[in-house]
């Protein structure tokens, strides 16, 4: 069974950075494919950042674009989220989700085909 478990949230100022991390456990993250996702109080949830089982897709948010960077460590188990240049809209729980790759092929997987879910960090964003 794969568990993920992320943390690197806090408490930034607007123009700061966090660096969150998806640790897997259970399973090797070799073969999955991995999303950010955010959800902010009243708000449904929106999907942020993927990343392919290979790391050579990756695909962001209009929102995010340029600001964030996703990245795969396979020998650590883990995959990290860069966010640079926050902005107090960005302020929300993060979670990153897995999708086993065997039907995946060189693409972010759709919200439907994640098997696994963290339970989320939070950021939040102020002055």
């Known amino acids: 069974q794969l568990h993920l478990v992320e943390s690197g949230g806090g408490l930034v100022q607007p123009g700061g950075s966090l660096r969150l991390s998806c640790a897997a456990s259970?399973?090797?993250?070799?073969?999955?494919?991995i999303g950010w996702f955010r959800q902010a109080p009243g708000k449904e949830r929106e999907a942020v950042s993927c990343?392919?089982?290979?790391?050579?897709?990756?695909n962001y948010a209009d929102s995010v674009k340029g600001r964030f960077t996703i990245s795969r460590d396979n020998a650590k188990n883990t995959v990290y989220l860069q966010m640079n240049s926050l902005k107090p809209g960005d302020t929300a729980v993060y979670s990153c989700?897995?999708?086993?790759?065997?039907?995946?092929?060189?693409?972010?997987?759709?919200?439907?085909?994640?098997?696994?879910w963290g339970q989320g960090t939070q950021v939040t964003v102020s002055s």
């Open positions: 989700a897995a999708a086993s790759g065997l039907l995946l092929f060189g693409r972010c997987p759709t919200v439907n085909e994640y098997d696994y």
């Open positions: 259970g399973s090797t993250l070799d073969y999955y494919a």
């Open positions: 990343i392919s089982v290979r790391g050579r897709i990756t």
